[in-house]
Every structure is written in structure tokens, then in C-alpha cells.
């Protein structure tokens, strides 16, 4: 028995992480496959497209064995904290060995050597000076690694999947986690990209002797981002060649919170919006003096938008104000493990664990285990209330109370 993990989001699930979860099996001898997903809210500051029981019942229906949930505030945080509270949970189960993620450049030492670039470049005076200049945090993080190491570091941790990867290994370095990290090289569409890509043959699992005859592809092996999915399934198209799912016709959109988000921060005022995560420097004033102005989503993110702050940050503080995380929900690591589904080989794994933390289920079981359980189990509810509300027909309040995970 030989566990792997994977962080992931699955958002929605398409060609590419089949092809991951398949290549982690093959390459690295993986038996087991656990997913730490995150729940109905995701780290590009935005609602997931589906919901966290659709899409862990994708996961366990392409390969992955035991699918966990990242609590809400680690979902909404930055890539550091997003790749801490996941690894916290996979060090917490004391039974994988292994975690992948893939990468652009697919090798394992180069990610080490770039992960070791950042943390020395966190402590330089260069980076903090950039920092108190207001230069974003990505952008003084790279221009202090051109200054001390050769080109192929910079250009490492300029790829999206590469920092990610590279926040996992620091992680697992500052636990001093026995976890081995390991790579795949992602291929295809880019992170982000508009475009659909089609690979040639050979690279699909069956070619390599991966997967079996009836998972031969026709021809070729065809790939677009999740972001361009998302487009697509808003749009009514369709989007078959690019996943092995049946994506459901319903789908939720942050859209249909515009009002509820400007409402909440229209009530809000600068010292309640500076407790939100990440909000610093005086952005909450900022932030106040343009909800009054903006009429729309849109409107409100052009208002403000600085050099400091990238979208994406500033997508994540305007839903933690909507959802009322607070920094200290943001800093205080995940207190239990909650199951969203599994097959056989996910009982397995369970039964190999021997987990610090609380493991269950049920959330409302989670609650009774401590305080600080029934706190992120309250936030973790109420959040699941809020995004019921971004669909077409709206749902019931208590999902996350009553659905059952899927098994």
C-alpha cells in the first residue's frame, strides 16, 4: 500500500487531472490516491462551479480513492497559506507518502532548489524594501531571485503551477514532514488559457501502457483550462471532449452575489473591513470609499485595483468580507479532517490512518469534538448557506449539515 495525495480543486474535474491522478499511479507506484479538495469556495477568489459533493463524486469516479475538504478560510487564502492547510491535513493522517502536484517544469529538484531561492529571498532587505514600495508580493519575490540566482529560478517561480508546487515543498519542509513530494509535468492548455490544446497520441496514459483498452483514445487527447471549462459550461457549450465527466446542467456563479457582496460592504465599516485576511496598508479605506461608489462587481474591483494588490487577492478579501472570515480564521490551522467521500480503497486508507485530528464525516459530529471544531464547522455551514445562493434556483440553508458524503 503505497498513498498518495494530491491538492487539489477540480474545478471543474477535466482531462488533466484524470491524466495526473493516472501518471501519479504509473510513475510513482501510488495504490491509493487521497484528494484534499477545496470545499464550494476556491483560491482565485471565486464560488466553485459546482458544488463539493459534485465534484468529489468526480474525483472518486476518475481515480482518486479518499476525497477530504480544505476549510473555507484556507481555501479563500493566499497560495502559502492554501498549501499550509492542506499539508497541515495530509501530516495530521500520518499514513501518505507520497504528494503530487504537477508543474511546468516537471523536475522535483529544480521546485527544491527554487523553494530554498524563496525563502532566502523572504529575509533580504531588497525584498522588503520592494514590499514597503508597494510592489506586489510575486512581482518583489522575483525581482530579488534575479538579483542572486542564474535565470532558470526567476523563471520557475514565474509559472503559476511552479509556485504553487514550490509553496507545497516549503511546507512540507517547515513541518519537517516525511512526505515525499513528486512531480508530474503538466501539458496541454495553460493555467488561465482561452485556448484548447489537442496532444499528440502518445502522451495520453494508454500509449504509455498506463490505462487500459478501454480507455484507448480515439485520436487525440484534447485539453483546455478549468477557466476556459467555466466559460464554456456559462455559455451552454459543449464541453465533453475535455473531461471524462457529465457535468450537471445546473452551475453556480459569483454573479448572482453582486448584491449580497455589495450590500455586506455597503454595512461594513473600515475597521470591520481591515479584519478581513490580507487586508493591509490602508486598503480598507479604500475599499470602503469605493463600495459607495461602485454599482457592480466589475465596477467595484476597477475602483480598487492598485499595483500592489493582484485580482486575485482582492477577489478573496471581498468574499472573506462577504463570508465575515476574519484574519485569525485565516491564520488558525484546519482542527479536523472532514471525510466528503470514498470508495473501498478510501475505507483503506482510513483504516491505515492514525490521525491527530478529529476525522469524520459528519460535520455536525466534527462540531461536538472541541470549541475551536464547532468554530470552523459554524463558518464552514454559514459559508455553504451563502453559496446556495449563487445558483439559478437558489438551495436550502443546512446542505452542509445534510448531505450525505458520497461513497
Given at each position: 500500500m503505497k498513498t498518495a495525495a494530491i491538492i487539489c480543486e477540480y474545478n471543474p474535474f477535466h482531462n488533466g487531472h484524470k491524466y495526473h491522478i493516472d501518471r501519479t499511479k504509473a510513475d510513482f507506484g501510488a495504490t491509493h490516491i487521497v484528494a484534499v479538495m477545496s470545499g464550494n469556495f476556491t483560491q482565485r477568489g471565486d464560488v466553485?462551479?459546482?458544488d463539493k459533493f459534485t465534484r468529489t463524486k468526480m474525483a472518486l469516479e476518475n481515480g482518486a480513492d479518499l476525497v477530504l475538504e480544505l476549510p473555507v478560510a484556507a481555501s479563500l487564502a493566499s497560495a502559502q497559506q492554501f498549501a499550509a492547510g492542506a499539508v497541515?491535513?495530509?501530516?495530521s493522517l500520518n499514513c501518505i507518502d507520497l504528494l503530487s502536484f504537477g508543474s511546468e517544469c516537471g523536475d522535483i529538484d529544480l521546485l527544491k532548489e527554487t523553494a530554498g531561492a524563496v525563502v532566502y529571498a523572504e529575509e533580504t532587505d531588497e525584498f522588503l524594501g520592494m514590499m514597503r514600495r508597494g510592489l506586489p508580493y510575486p512581482a518583489a519575490l522575483v525581482e530579488t531571485i534575479k538579483k542572486y540566482y542564474?535565470?532558470?529560478i526567476p523563471e520557475t517561480l514565474a509559472s503559476p503551477n511552479n509556485t504553487?508546487?514550490?509553496e507545497y515543498i516549503k511546507s512540507l519542509a517547515d513541518t519537517?514532514?516525511?512526505i515525499e513530494p513528486v512531480t508530474i509535468t503538466r501539458?496541454?492548455?495553460a493555467h488561465d488559457s482561452d485556448e484548447a490544446e489537442e496532444e499528440p497520441k502518445k502522451i495520453h496514459p494508454y500509449f504509455q501502457g498506463l490505462v487500459s483498452e478501454n480507455e484507448k483514445p480515439e485520436e487525440k487527447l484534447t485539453t483546455a483550462s478549468a477557466s476556459l471549462l467555466r466559460k464554456m459550461i456559462a455559455n451552454g457549450e459543449d464541453v465533453s471532449k475535455f473531461t471524462p465527466c457529465e457535468f450537471p446542467a445546473e452551475f453556480s456563479s459569483i454573479s448572482r452575489l453582486e448584491t449580497a457582496i455589495l450590500c455586506k460592504l455597503r454595512t461594513m465599516s473600515a475597521a470591520e473591513i481591515s479584519k478581513a485576511p490580507n487586508v493591509m496598508h490602508g486598503l480598507e479605506n479604500r475599499i470602503h470609499k469605493a463600495v459607495r461608489a461602485a454599482r457592480s462587481l466589475p465596477e467595484l474591483m476597477a475602483l480598487i485595483k492598485t499595483k500592489r494588490y493582484t485580482l486575485a487577492r482582492l477577489r478573496r478579501i471581498i468574499l472573506c468580507c462577504l463570508l465575515g472570515i476574519t484574519k485569525n480564521d485565516a491564520k488558525t490551522k484546519p482542527q479536523y479532517i472532514r471525510i466528503l467521500g470514498m470508495n473501498e480503497k478510501g475505507r483503506e486508507i482510513i483504516a491505515k490512518a492514525d490521525s491527530t485530528l478529529p476525522l469524520d464525516a459528519s460535520l455536525a459530529a466534527l462540531m461536538k469534538k472541541s470549541d475551536l471544531c464547532r468554530k470552523q464547522a459554524v463558518l464552514e455551514a454559514r459559508c455553504g448557506d451563502i453559496y446556495a445562493l449563487?445558483?439559478?434556483?437558489?438551495?436550502?440553508?443546512g446542505l452542509d449539515l445534510t448531505t450525505k458524503p458520497i461513497i
Open positions: 466553485a462551479i459546482f497541515h491535513i495530509l501530516n542564474e535565470d532558470v504553487l508546487a514550490i519537517g514532514s516525511s501539458f496541454g492548455a449563487a445558483f439559478e434556483k437558489a438551495k436550502p440553508c
